[in-house]
């Protein structure tokens, strides 16, 4: 059985864990290592169940425990080569990765890893580079983009193959538009390698998903420009407007921003 759980999705920092008996992948380690222990604990995992780490891309909130995660369990960190430098050059990365440990991903280039079968897909936002993953265990199939400026045909056709999705719905845009921040911050968030709204998260999903899509978690929510509820019930209504009930077609939840979720069994 392979199960899932978000230890965090938001700003303040992304750890996503999915593992079978055997061992399992951590995606993107931004919790803090001492956090991200306790919580292990808390939920009766033990960090040597972690066998690979996956990075999405360098931004702080993705990658700050990598290189301290991995040399402490001697564990392998994939990424592209683009992400591995940029995870070199950020000084919010106090122990860098060993180079020993480094392993190159390519968009599109399908590997196995564990028990998993991945693939990584590019995904547009202003980072040194930025990847979704698409990964495939006794016949489940999980997806996940984070950080994406846009979805493009490419993110579309993994979407369409997911049984398992999380997918950034990461500001509404009239909060984001009306609230604090400066207008060259508004520019990026809104811009083709910002980040999704809520809106156009719930168009990916109802434009792209099949009727094997079976759960649905929303992720990367912003704390300033952004709310759960608001969030869920965006969603919900660009669903129904395209026939798809929450709830009924498949299952709809968000990701906390600072708190572990639970574990779900997929």
Known sequence: MVKFISFGSGSS???YFLFTENGGLLIDVGVGIRTLKK??????????QVHQVLITHDHADHIKSVGSISYDLQVPVYATA??????????CV???????????????????????????????????DNVGYFLEAEDISFCI??????VTDEMAQFIARANYLVIEANHDIEMLQHGPYPYHLKTRILSNT???SNASCGEAIAQHMTEHLRH?????LSEENNHPELARKTVETVLRS?????GKDLQLEVLKRTMPTGIFEL
Not at 39 to 46: E, K, N, Q, S, V
Not at 82 to 91: E, P
Not at 110 to 124: A, M
Request: hydrophobic share 35%; charged share 15%.
């Open 216 to 220: 649905v978690w929303l992720c990367h």
């Open 94 to 128: 106090q122990r860098k990765v060993n180079a020993g440990l480094r392993r190159i991903v390519e968009p599109g280039v399908q590997i196995q890893i564990g028990d998993f079968t991945v693939t990584p897909f590019s995904v547009p936002h202003d980072s040194s």
């Open 145 to 150: 983009i984070t950080d994406a400026g846009m």
């Open 82 to 91: 683009l992400v591995h430098r940029g995870i070199d050059r950020n000084y």
């Open 242 to 246: 395209y026939g798809i009930v929450a």
């Open 39 to 48: 919580h292990f604990r808390d939920y009766g995992l033990t960090l040597p």
């Open 13 to 15: 920092g992304n750890c």
């Open 194 to 196: 910002g980040h999704l």
